[in-house]
């Protein structure tokens, strides 16, 4: 911003207006279908989920996390909080399709020797949130 105030940057527009999301608060709450495989070489681990929305209305903003077994940390809400981090996921925050299947996988390393397999937790703005069992 110059003296005056104004900005010298020319590609730089003020926003008019904002996008009004509020009709996503009305998108009915779902459950979405999904499975999970598990594989690890010793160095490095990869999950891959297959999530289908086997509804009629819109899956957004789906979010997906790959936990570890139980350390017992909590996080600021109160909640268990065992995600691996940091993980490498092919995509993420996806939006389904009502009847759309996806596939999507993430790479990360497992603290020591861990035998435990992961699990994967699914959730998204009007998805219910589930636990999936990675299957070896």
């Known amino acids: 911003m110059d003296e ?20 996503l608060n009305t998108v009915p709450r779902i459950d979405i279908e999904g499975s999970a495989q598990y ?3 010793g160095r490095e681990s990869m999950t891959t989920v297959t999530l289908h929305n086997p509804s009629s209305a ?3 903003a789906v ?3 790959v936990n570890k077994s139980s350390s017992g940390r ?5 909640e268990s909080d065992d995600e691996i981090l940091p993980v490498l996921w092919q995509d993420n925050y996806v939006t389904l399709l ?16 861990s035998k435990t397999i ?8 009007n998805v ?9």
Do not use: H, M
């Open 4 to 23: 005056s105030g104004q900005y010298d940057i020319s590609t730089w527009t003020p926003t008019k207006e904002f996008a009004d999301y509020t009709g």
């Open 39 to 41: 594989k690890s070489d």
């Open 58 to 60: 819109l899956a957004f």
């Open 63 to 65: 979010r997906l996390k």
């Open 74 to 78: 909590v996080s600021r809400e109160g």
């Open 98 to 113: 009502p009847g759309e299947t996806r596939s999507v996988s993430a790479t990360y390393q497992l603290p020591g020797k």
């Open 118 to 125: 992961p699990t994967v937790e699914i959730e998204g703005w």
């Open 128 to 136: 219910n949130r589930q636990t999936l069992a990675a299957r070896p």
